[in-house]
């Protein structure tokens, strides 16, 4: 068996159980992953580079896996995967919707960096619906308007 390298690159904000289940199961598939807490120039991220990447750094040692890594990346994640010799990119996605949207990321990622392969990853069926997005809603709706 080829000992292969993998990135899992987003923004974890925050990081979920959702992701927590995808570092969990793909860690037994590669021999190192790293996790890589980025900043996204579409999305006006909630949280700082800096906090989102503690947070992540707090949960992923939690899961006391000695293959899995996190850092943060300010860059392409192309970049990031040639730098740690990563052969593959895991992303997550939940529907078809997150199907065509990664479809496209991978296209670009492969453009960019010929060695790179995408694989996407379901989380469990109890997870599925899990989104940054909505727990960032919930959260602050919470706080706006729900006084103790």
């Known amino acids: 068996m080829k000992l292969i390298n993998a990135i899992f690159p987003g923004t974890f904000d925050p990081i979920h159980k959702g992701h927590l289940d995808i570092i969990k199961r793909t860690s037994k598939l590669f021999n190192k992953i790293y996790i890589v807490v980025s900043i996204n120039i579409y999305k006006k991220d909630a949280a700082k580079l800096e906090k989102r ?45 997150d199907a065509l949207e990664e479809i496209n990321i991978a296209k670009v990622n492969n ?8 694989i996407l990853v379901l989380p469990k069926q109890e997870l599925i619906n899990l989104s940054s997005t909505s727990i960032r809603f919930l959260r602050d709706t919470k706080k706006r308007f729900i006084k103790k």
Do not use: P, S
């Open 53 to 97: 990447y503690q947070d992540v750094a707090k949960q992923v040692k939690k899961l006391k896996l000695k293959n899995v890594f996190v850092i943060k990346n300010t860059g392409l994640v192309v970049n990031i995967a040639k730098k740690y010799d990563c052969k593959v990119i895991i992303r997550a996605i939940r529907n078809a919707k």
């Open 111 to 118: 453009y960019l960096a010929k060695h790179l392969e995408t």
